[in-house]
């Protein structure tokens, strides 16, 4: 997986409505890259032929 850059975090920043300070890029883009590339080392033998669960969300009152 490549790394995500500054404009990209960015974006995805501003996709889910969240303001990042020119100031905390170049941290936020570290820290993020970091847990992707740990993220990405968990491959468990045979995840791939478990179905996953559903989401099942509770009505509210």
């Known amino acids: 997986m490549s790394e995500l ?3 990209e975090i960015r974006a995805l920043a501003k996709a889910v409505n969240i303001e990042i ?16 590339e740990a993220i990405d080392g968990i491959n468990p ?3 791939n032929a478990i179905e996953p669960l ?3 969300l509770e009505k509210g009152d």
Request: hydrophobic share 35%; glycine share 4%; charged share 25%.
């Open 5 to 7: 850059n500054e404009d």
């Open 21 to 36: 300070q020119d100031s905390d890029v170049t941290d936020i883009s570290y820290s993020l890259n970091a847990m992707l």
């Open 45 to 47: 033998e045979g995840i």
């Open 54 to 56: 559903p989401i099942i």
